[in-house]
């Protein structure tokens, strides 16, 4: 099956700062890339999406981008502020089916 | 439009008993999905339901059932509870196949 692997697993910057987190998954049929982000006592909420026809997606302050090639996506926050600190989780999903495989999770810290 | 609803937010119960928890999806979507938390195994896929079909299955024991009903609830059961099964029960509904899972903020079990 899928495996999908998250780094880094903790991230500290500075307010203002930008923050990256990238992923790599394993199966090339995997067609649907998703992050989410889950504050404390939450479940997990979207916060933006990418599909394997499309390199890049912007956001506002978040953006994500996709090689296929490589089979690795990555998360970027910029001109982070406290109320970005939580933990982020990046999944991929084949076509067929709607089984979702995720990372291990990010725990993000925004310094004020 | 209502997220998704899950109950019990916390339960505890002691080893060898059985527990039912309970979903209830955006309005409108069919599929629905539940997801095992662990802090050391992270997000591990347990099944989905769509039209009161169980479409996909993870790697759980047959201890972990579950069930959707025709208006499109959801219940998953744990059999012999076993201290390992203490997570966080995260339930996800969405439109159709691949697309974005919007997740409740989980059901809270612990095992004495």
């Known amino acids: 099956g899928e495996n999908v692997e998250q780094h880094p697993s903790t991230l500290s910057v500075q307010e203002g700062d930008s923050a990256v987190i990238k992923c790599t998954y394993s199966d090339s049929a995997s067609n649907y890339f998703p992050w989410y982000k889950q504050e404390l006592g939450k479940g997990p909420q979207l916060i933006i999406d990418i599909r394997s026809n499309v390199g890049e997606k912007k956001d506002q302050r978040i953006a994500v981008t996709l090689n296929k090639t490589a089979k690795h996506f990555s998360l970027h926050i910029t001109e982070t502020q406290p109320e970005d600190s939580a933990v982020y989780f990046c999944?991929?999903?084949?076509?067929?089916?709607?089984?979702?495989?995720f990372g291990t999770g990010t725990s993000l810290t925004v310094i004020p | 439009k209502a997220g998704v609803t899950q109950t019990p937010r916390y339960l505890i119960k002691t080893r060898g008993q059985q527990v039912t928890l309970s979903c209830s999806p955006i309005s409108g979507h069919r599929s629905v999905s539940w997801y095992q938390q662990t802090p050391g195994q992270g997000l591990q896929f347990l099944f989905e339901?769509?039209?009161?079909?169980?479409?996909n299955k993870g790697n759980f024991p047959g201890r972990f059932s579950g069930r959707q009903f025709s208006n499109s609830r959801s219940e998953m059961n744990v059999s012999t509870l076993e201290l390992g099964d203490s997570a966080l029960y995260l339930c996800a509904s969405s439109l159709k196949e691949n697309s974005p899972l919007h997740f409740g903020n989980g059901t809270r079990l612990t095992v004495t």
């Open positions: 999944a991929a999903s084949l076509y067929t089916g709607n089984q979702f495989y």
């Open positions: 339901y769509f039209s009161e079909t169980q479409r």
